[in-house]
Each structure stands twice: as structure tokens, then as C-alpha cells.
T-cell receptor, first 113, second 114 residues
Framework: AQSVTQLGSHVSVSEGALVLLRCNYS??????LFWYVQYPNQGLQLLLK??????LVKGINGFEAEFKKSETSFHLTKPSAHMSDAAEYFC???????????FGAGTTVTVRA | NAGVTQTPKFRVLKTGQSMTLLCAQD?????MYWYRQDPGMGLRLIHY???????AKGEVPDGYNVSRLKKQNFLLGLESAAPSQTSVYFC?????????????FGPGTRLTVL
């Protein structure tokens, strides 16, 4: 079975500071990994995904994530936070047979002016 | 191209009432999914379908039924609603063409069961 653990349910950062959201996965096969963002009262939007190509993945809005097999991690980063980054972020791992997603519990990001 | 749409957007039910949530996609996707989102628990898979006429159970299927009579529609039914089913429900779809693995999500349905 595949699973994802997101460390930290809430992260608060200052505008302009580094954003680091942690995600560790458990999978018996090479995983497909995703980061989604959810703005208040909206659906989920794909930020980026890892599908066994480059280990450093660049996404939208200046986010990137690095796949580290030795650490079973897929942490999300953004060098400089913007007020518009305030949202909830979900890490997910995919079942390659039928594309089912297993989600982490989510991390809420607040950005201080 | 509307993508994935969900009907209704909001609904309030009394315990024991029934209702059906509709998910529609106009992208000719093969795979469709129903998730529920609860605070602190992320999204959990209720049921899914790998093609027209097929359905399968996900992680939390109890109390829900689904049908996929047409490829573009995936219905989620609650036969006898319970307060524990108060949640935000999301539908998603995937092409299933072997090339695109990204799930496309609908805007969600907020359901409250009193």
C-alpha cells in the first residue's frame, strides 16, 4: 500500500522568506508523486509532479520539489514567499495501475506581511 | 470545454435523507473518482471507475453507492445520510491513455447533514 506523510499541519512564513513543505512517502514500487494546492473554497490545482524523469521538478508559481529516493522524500520549496501563496498544500502518491491518489493530511501555509 | 463540473455546489440534508451528487467531464476521460475531504485528513477515495459501466471501492466506501452509466458522468449516491457524511466532496478524472497521469479535479460539493 502507498501512503504519504506531511510533516507539519501549519506553516507560517514571512513574505519573501523560504517556503519549505515536507512530504515523505511509502511505496513498494517507484512512485509517481504530486503536489496540489487548494485556495480557500476552491478545488485542487496541480503544482507539480514527479514521474521518474528528473529528480528536481519545477512547477507553477515558482515552486519546485526534489525527489530523494534514499530519504523517501518529496519536499516542496519556494525561495521567496508571496502573499498569494497562502493556501493549503497536499502531497499525494499515485497508484500506477489505476491512477488512484493517496493524499497526505495537508499543510496550511500562512504568509505574514 | 468546461472540464470537470459538479452538481450541486452546496446541499443541506437531514439525517436519513438521500441524495445524488453528479460529476460530469467533457474531456472523454476513462477514469473517474470520488473523494471526500475532511479537516486534518486530506482527501480520501470513496469510489472510482476505470471506464463506462465499471465501479470499484476506494478507501472509505461505506454508506455510498456509485454508478457510471455514461462515460462522461459519475454519480455518487447517499441512500441514508448520516452526520458523519458531512464533508466536501470532490470528483476527479484522468484520461487513462497511458500518457497522462494527472487527475483533474472539480470545484467540490459542500454537504452538511444535520
Amino acid at each position: 500500500a502507498q501512503s504519504v506523510t506531511q510533516l507539519g499541519s501549519h506553516v507560517s512564513v514571512s513574505e519573501g522568506a523560504l517556503v519549505l513543505l515536507r512530504c515523505n512517502y511509502s511505496s513498494s514500487v517507484p512512485p509517481y508523486l504530486f503536489w496540489y494546492v487548494q485556495y480557500p473554497n476552491q478545488g485542487l490545482q496541480l503544482l507539480l509532479k514527479y514521474t521518474s524523469a528528473a529528480t528536481l521538478v519545477k512547477g507553477i508559481n515558482g515552486f519546485e520539489a526534489e525527489f530523494k529516493k534514499s530519504e523517501t522524500s518529496f519536499h516542496l520549496t519556494k525561495p521567496s514567499a508571496h502573499m498569494s501563496d497562502a493556501a493549503e498544500y497536499f502531497c499525494a502518491v499515485s497508484d500506477l495501475n489505476d491512477y488512484k491518489l493517496s493524499f497526505g493530511a495537508g499543510t496550511t501555509v500562512t504568509v505574514r506581511a | 470545454n468546461a472540464g470537470v463540473t459538479q452538481t450541486p455546489k452546496f446541499r443541506v440534508l437531514k439525517t436519513g435523507q438521500s441524495m445524488t451528487l453528479l460529476c460530469a467531464q467533457d474531456m472523454n476521460h476513462e477514469y473517474m473518482y470520488w473523494y471526500r475531504q475532511d479537516p486534518g485528513m486530506g482527501l480520501r477515495l470513496i469510489h472510482y471507475s476505470v471506464g463506462e459501466g465499471t465501479t470499484a471501492k476506494g478507501e472509505v466506501p461505506d454508506g455510498y453507492n456509485v454508478s457510471r452509466l455514461k462515460k462522461q458522468n459519475f454519480l455518487l449516491g447517499l441512500e441514508s445520510a448520516a452526520p458523519s457524511q458531512t464533508s466536501v466532496y470532490f470528483c476527479a478524472s484522468v484520461p487513462g491513455d497511458g500518457y497522462t497521469d494527472t487527475q483533474y479535479f472539480g470545484p467540490g460539493t459542500r454537504l452538511t447533514v444535520l
